[in-house]
């Protein structure tokens, strides 16, 4: 639902980066004093923000529409967590090198078919117990990079920045088309740098002991499959936008089914619990409330970059996308490219002839100038079914003008890629790292710290990366 922005105060953003170092800080510097009263501080922090936006502003429409988004959350990552907690994957053999760069791989390939955060969840309690005798941090970073962030930027369904630009209009299948060279040099070099990472782990463990703790050669066991049905249903319901809370009422009712009928040996091999969901939700309640006036400044303020070059809309939208939520992130950036990007009198001349002609306007492109005709081939192509039902929309033609445009759609594809690896950079950039991460202290794996995360494994491993598709892609 959209509603009218108001203009915060710059420095109601206070709160918001208080938050971050508290969750940055906080384990470090008082670990136990943390774990007490991190939901105190989340909504001591959230509150100020609240009452700011309730009391001094009067933007009730804007604390609703933030309650509504996190309770959209909510649902669909504690849904995925729930239904993923019944389904119990034994991975043949032993997790060498080779097998988990593999596995990596695959990870990246169904975070397209069912979302970063469905996959995370469903693949990292495997992850772990096929890594068992010698997890370390770098298993799990590497899986946050490679599953949960940058594996999902080839379909809508993948991450939820692609899906609100498939919601506005971009073609399904075009984020595939044009990302898939971003993705396969993104992914590979990561997964190139875990391989090496974890061949010289795999050397420091005794033979004895990878030999004693591995999985036996010949098992490879799905149990529970019957919650891939309860999975289906959430994934289904990730598209349904009316009636409100439906959605969320499907998502939760699935997961109650699944963990109804799923029998306690399953829920305990993968040692099930609820504190990775309670954690997770009150650190989130407190980020969703505190970020309100930061991502209000941005939508506010982002068309003033104008056109400074597809580098810029990446690094721009990335960076921001590592510490705020990269869907309004993303959107707040398209907004911008629309605004400083779109021609509109090319577009009344395009709606214009599509008024006088139909269908038929689309079947004489070279008798147009080369921007018309290039915006008519990506209607014919990518809107063709509703051009000649008639109800073409002018979204619909300025988005056609922007990825018919061959120096205007690396644009969309910037920010696209940039909201989806970006989120890599830290524990909060998306909705599943957090998850992985609490998931995986859960069951004694040590991970990295707030900061030591950025500094051991984002600036080392992940900007190399960023730095390398910057320059093959968005560079001009």
């Known amino acids: 639902m959209a509603t009218e922005l108001v203009q915060p ?69 504690g849904s995925l967590f729930v239904v993923s907690g019944g389904i119990h994957i034994v991975v043949k053999g ?26 995370s969840m469903l693949l990292i309690r495997p992850w772990i117990r096929m890594n068992k005798y010698r997890i370390t941090a770098h298993h799990i970073v590497f899986f946050i990079f490679i599953v949960s962030n940058t594996g999902g930027c080839l379909t809508p369904i993948g991450d939820p ?12 299948w075009w984020v595939a088309e044009h990302c898939w060279p971003m993705w396969a040099v993104g992914v590979g070099m990561l997964l ?4 090496v990472i974890d061949l010289l782990n795999y050397k420091r463990a005794p033979r004895q002991v990878r030999a004693e703790h591995a999985e036996p050669p010949d098992q490879w066991r799905i149990e529970g499959l019957w919650n891939l049905a309860f999975l289906g249903v959430i994934l289904g319901a990730v598209f349904i936008e009316h009636p409100p809370f439906l959605r969320e009422a499907l998502m939760l009712g699935a997961a109650a089914a699944s963990y109804l009928s799923t029998g306690k040996r399953i829920h305990e091999a993968n040692r099930f619990n609820f504190h990775p969901i309670k954690e997770v939700a009150v650190l989130f309640a407190g980020i969703f409330a505190t970020m309100i006036p930061a991502l209000d400044w941005l939508q506010l303020n982002a068309g003033r970059a104008g056109l400074s070059g597809p580098g810029f809309f990446f ?22 490219v629309f605004g400083a990007a779109v021609d509109q009198g090319a577009i009344e001349q395009v709606w214009q002839l599509i008024q006088a002609q139909g269908a038929a306007t689309a079947n004489a492109l070279g008798q147009y100038p080369e921007h018309m005709a290039g915006t008519l081939a ?20 300025e988005l056609a003008y922007l990825i018919g445009n061959s120096q205007l759609k690396n644009y969309i594809l910037a920010i696209s890629v940039g909201a989806v690896f970006f989120g890599a950079n830290t524990y909060i950039g998306n909705g599943p790292n957090f998850m992985v991460k609490s998931i995986a202290e859960h069951q004694r794996v040590n991970t990295p710290t707030f900061i030591g995360y950025v500094v051991k494994y984002t600036l080392p491993f992940m900007l190399p990366v960023l730095i390398v598709v910057w320059l093959l892609f968005f560079r001009g």
């Open 378 to 397: 990506a209607i014919k192509t990518y809107y063709g079914g509703a051009l000649a039902a008639g109800n073409l929309t002018r979204t619909q033609i």
């Open 9 to 77: 105060n710059p420095a109601m953003i206070v709160p918001f980066v208080l938050l971050l170092c508290a969750i940055a800080l906080g384990p470090l510097a008082a670990g136990q004093f943390w774990q007490r009263h991190y939901g105190k501080v989340a909504f001591g922090l959230g509150a100020i923000t609240l009452w700011y936006y309730l009391g001094v502003l009067h933007a009730h429409h804007r604390v609703l529409d933030v309650a509504h988004e996190y309770i959209s959350f909510i649902a669909l990552i």
């Open 192 to 195: 190139a740098i875990f391989y």
């Open 94 to 119: 032993e997790a060498t090198p080779r097998a988990n760069t593999v596995y990596l791989a695959i990870g990246a390939v169904v975070a397209n078919l069912l979302g970063t955060t469905g996959a």
């Open 161 to 172: 920045p692609l899906f609100l630009g498939y919601l506005k209009g971009i073609p399904f």
């Open 315 to 336: 690094w721009s939208c990335g960076l921001l996308s590592s510490v705020l939520d990269n869907a309004p992130t993303y959107l707040s950036f398209l907004s911008a």
